[in-house]
C-alpha cells in the first residue's frame, strides 16, 4: 500500500540531501581532474615506481569517476521520482490507498441521498380545506420543499464528483509509486556495483625510509 504526503515530498526536495549529491559529484570531478594530470605527467616524473604509482592512481581514478557518476544519477533519480509523487498529488495534500474502501463506503452512502432526496422531490401528500362555498375539498401537493430539496441534492452531486476525483486517484496511486520506486531502486543498484569496485582496490603495501649505513675511517 502506498501512502504519500505533500508536506514530506516538498520537505525532501528542499533537503540538503540532493545538494550534497551534487557537491559531492563537484568534488569528485576536481579529484579527478588533479590525478588525470598526475597520470598524465609522464614527462616529469620517469622510473618503474612512478610508473607503479601511476597504475595504481589510476585504478584510484576510475572508481572515483564510478562515484562521480553515481552522485549525478542518484539526485537525478531522487529529483525525478519525488517530482513524479508531487505532480501526481497536484492540490492534494495525501493519498493513503489504505483509505480507498472508506471513500467508496463515503460515496456509496452519498449515492443513497442523492437516490432518496430525488425520490422525495416526487412524494406527495393530500390535504383537505373548506372553500368559499363552505365546502370541503381534497388537494394533492409536493410534500416537500421543492427548492430546499434540489439545493440538498445540487450540493451532495458535488460532494459525489469529489469522491469520485479522489477514488480516482488513489485507484492509481500505486501505478505512479511503483513507477517512483523503480526509478530509484535502479539508481541505487549502482551503489553496490560502486562498492564492488571500492572493495576490489588493494592498497599497495607501506614504504618505509630507511637510512643507508656508512663507515667513517680515520
Given amino acids: 500500500m502506498a501512502k504519500v504526503y505533500l508536506d514530506e515530498i516538498e520537505a525532501a526536495l528542499a533537503s540538503t540531501t540532493c545538494s550534497s549529491l ?32 601511476r597504475t595504481k592512481l589510476q585504478t584510484y581514478d576510475e572508481a572515483l569517476q564510478q562515484r562521480m557518476e553515481l552522485a549525478t544519477k542518484l539526485e537525478e533519480a531522487i529529483t525525478k521520482a519525488l517530482q513524479i509523487l508531487k ?12 483509505q480507498l474502501g472508506e471513500y467508496q463506503k463515503q460515496r456509496t452512502i452519498c449515492q ?47 460532494t459525489l464528483k469529489e469522491l469520485d476525483r479522489i477514488i480516482k486517484k488513489i485507484e492509481g496511486l500505486d501505478e505512479v509509486y511503483a513507477k ?27 614504504y618505509k625510509y630507511q637510512p643507508t649505513e656508512t663507515t667513517v675511517t680515520t
Fill in 87 to 98: 505532480d501526481y498529488l497536484g492540490e492534494d495534500m495525501m493519498l493513503d490507498t489504505a
Fill in 22 to 53: 551534487k557537491t559531492d559529484s563537484s568534488e569528485s570531478k576536481d579529484i579527478h581532474s588533479s590525478l588525470h594530470s598526475f597520470i598524465s605527467a609522464r614527462f616529469r616524473l620517469r622510473g618503474e615506481q612512478w610508473d607503479k604509482v
Fill in 112 to 158: 443513497n441521498s442523492i437516490d432518496t432526496l430525488n425520490h422525495m422531490l416526487t412524494e406527495t401528500e393530500e390535504y383537505s380545506y373548506t372553500g368559499a362555498d363552505g365546502k370541503t375539498y381534497t388537494e394533492t401537493r409536493l410534500k416537500y420543499d421543492s427548492a430546499a430539496i434540489r439545493s440538498q441534492i445540487a450540493e451532495a452531486e458535488a
Fill in 180 to 206: 517512483a520506486e523503480a526509478i530509484l531502486k535502479e539508481a541505487f543498484a549502482g551503489i553496490d556495483t560502486f562498492k564492488s569496485s571500492v572493495e576490489a582496490i588493494k592498497p599497495s603495501g607501506i
